[in-house]
Structure formats: structure tokens, C-alpha cells
């Protein structure tokens, strides 16, 4: 066998080692031969033992991939260098702490396996790097670097219960990866029925210990936050989407306070001295600028989106705010404050 064809074989192996593995088309354009030589090609690789799955159509295309797992025995051809920095250890350990959604689910064995080998590769990086001269002693050091405690701890309180989504959650993966339109049966709680929704799945958000799928509604045109736990079904359909033109998530939810999208509004809040200091320590919104007082409180002013997460975020800094802007959002508190010294009368 020539090098040549040899090049063009492991060339192959990588574009069917990819999750969604390629085309006719795709390995022709990448080798640059034609379509009756990338047949060949793929029957060569049958007859060497490489276990390619039967193709599967995605739209009018056949794909064609390797079968599951067994990319590992061929790590330096479709794996990344998976030897980690200090720094990019520590980003992974704290990427892991913020897992706790799926600590309760089928992902939990998954997570900890991820673990083992995050710290396996932070252990081989000390070794290498650490590894005292003496036999003697390399046991020891050993045995002081094998500690297991984790290094983030997430605080996330009344996180999401997602037993059971374990499917749904795969799948809305696959079809974000695949680009397929998608049919959803999701229970909304402003009208209390469930609605059927022809959308196209972009991205799925982390939020407050929730977990919910960003998607386009092309039927608004608009984007919408669906919560995954009330998603009853999900259906990937044989129709394939373009992201819509200048799709940008980040900027879509900047805001902090709220996932919902449509509904803006400019804060303008008196924050007491007491609090001052914790309030000036984050960013809460666009735009923001604080007025510093003579007596030590502060005016905060920022644009957000989600005025009830506003609303229930001031009440709960009691006496200590008082929000100044929106005055209708400043009216809903008063009458909130005054059906709770009620409520509290009446106990």
C-alpha cells in the first residue's frame, strides 16, 4: 500500500470517526476523489476490520460513521491532545462542580467517570512534572496526590429533578447537533395546557439549577426558553434548519435575571448602606452605574429583561431596597407588601 493511499485512508477514518460521521460527498471533497473511488475506499476499510454502521438517512443524504466506542482504539487519529494544563484542569473541575442538575440522573455514573479521569490526567501532569528521584519516596508522593475531595462545590438550592429526562435531554442534544426541526409537546404554566410547537432547538441553557432548551419559533419568528421538565415529548423530524442569520446566545441571555426575552425593562433601585457593598460587588445588568450617597446607600440603574424575577429579588432584600423605576413594577411591590402585612395579620 503507498503512502498516498495510506494518508487517504486514516483521512477517511477521521471524517467516520465524527459523531455524525460524513457523506459520499463530503469524503470525496475532503480527499478530492471522485464518488466511485470513495465506495472503494470505504469497502477497503470494511475488508481491513473497521466496523462501520449502515448508513443512515439525514434528509436526502446517506451518513456513514464508525460504530460507537470503537474511535477509542484510535485515539491519535480522531482525539485532541488530551494532556491538561493547570489552568485547564481547574476550568474542568469547576465546569464539573456546576453539574449538579444531572447528579440524580443515569448521567451520574457518567459524571463521576469524567471525574476520575479529570484527576487521573491532574495526577499524570504532578507525576511528570514532580516525581521525586527515589523509588522510595515516589510512593508517598504518590499516595499525597491521589486525594479525591472535590475543589468546587456548587451552593445551587432546589435544583431541578431530572430522573427520568435522561432520553429527552439525548435527544434534544442530537437534534442541536443535527440541526433537525423538532415537534414538542411542552406544558406551559401561563395557560396551564400543553401546547404542540414546531421549533428549531439551538442551544441548551443552565439556569438557577434548571435546565431549558433555547430555541427559534418560526412561527413568531421569535426565540423562546422552554423548560426541559415540562417538555412531555419531543420528536426530531426529516427537516433540517439553518441557524437563524446573526444568532447570538450570549447576547440573547446577557440579562441576568430572567430567561424570558420580550419583556425589557430599566431598573432604577435605592439600596441601603448595609447592602451597598455586596450590591456593588456584581454586575446586574446593562448599562449599569451606581450613584454613590453622602450616607454610605447607593442608587443602582441597570436594563434587564423579567420583571417578577425584579420583583421577587427586591422583596427580598426587605427594607434594605426600595425600587425607585419602573413605576408600575414599584406599584406591583407596594400592593405585594400590602397583601403580606395583611396575611400576616390574619395568622
Not at 441548551?204 to 412531555?232: N, Q
Amino acid at each position: 500500500m503507498r503512502g498516498e493511499q495510506i494518508i487517504k485512508i486514516l483521512l477517511a477514518v477521521r471524517l467516520l470517526a465524527r459523531q455524525r460521521g460524513t457523506t459520499i460527498q463530503e469524503i470525496g471533497r475532503e480527499l478530492e476523489i471522485s464518488r466511485r473511488s470513495v465506495y472503494r475506499l470505504i469497502h477497503t476499510l470494511e475488508n481491513l476490520g473497521f466496523p462501520i454502521e449502515e448508513p443512515e438517512y439525514f434528509g436526502q443524504e446517506k451518513r456513514y460513521r464508525l460504530m460507537d466506542n470503537f474511535t477509542l482504539k484510535l485515539p491519535n487519529l480522531v482525539l485532541p491532545p488530551l494532556y491538561l494544563t493547570e489552568e485547564e484542569t481547574l476550568l474542568m473541575l469547576y465546569l464539573l462542580g456546576k453539574a449538579r442538575p444531572l447528579a440524580d440522573t443515569e448521567f451520574a455514573s457518567a459524571l463521576e467517570s469524567l471525574k476520575e479521569k479529570v484527576f487521573g490526567f491532574q495526577d499524570l501532569r504532578v507525576d511528570r512534572a514532580f516525581l521525586p528521584a527515589k523509588e522510595g519516596d515516589q510512593k508517598e508522593h504518590r499516595d499525597k496526590h491521589s486525594h479525591r475531595s472535590p475543589v468546587f462545590i456548587s451552593t445551587i438550592k432546589h435544583a431541578k429533578a431530572y430522573q427520568g429526562k435522561e432520553s429527552l435531554i439525548q435527544n434534544i442534544v442530537k437534534a442541536i447537533q443535527e440541526r433537525r426541526k423538532c415537534r414538542i409537546e411542552y406544558h406551559a404554566f401561563s395557560s396551564g395546557q400543553v401546547r404542540t410547537l414546531l421549533v428549531d432547538p439551538l442551544r441548551i441553557v443552565e439556569h438557577r439549577g434548571g435546565l431549558y432548551a433555547l430555541v427559534f419559533y418560526p412561527k413568531y419568528k421569535s426565540y423562546l426558553t422552554l423548560a426541559i421538565d415540562r417538555i412531555f415529548q419531543l420528536n426530531a423530524l426529516d427537516i433540517h434548519f439553518v441557524e437563524p442569520e446573526g444568532f447570538d446566545p450570549e447576547a440573547l441571555l446577557s440579562q441576568p435575571f430572567s430567561l424570558r426575552m420580550n419583556d425589557p425593562l430599566r431598573v432604577r433601585l435605592w439600596v441601603s448602606a448595609s447592602q451597598a457593598y455586596y450590591i456593588k460587588d456584581r454586575k446586574w445588568g446593562e448599562e449599569q452605574r451606581i450613584e454613590e450617597r453622602e450616607d454610605g446607600s447607593i442608587i443602582l440603574s441597570f436594563s434587564t429583561s423579567g420583571s417578577w424575577d425584579v420583583k421577587t429579588w427586591v422583596l427580598s432584600l426587605g427594607s434594605n431596597a426600595q425600587l425607585l423605576e419602573p413605576l408600575e413594577l414599584r406599584q406591583e411591590i407596594q400592593e405585594e407588601v400590602e397583601r403580606m402585612r395583611q396575611a400576616y395579620n390574619n395568622r
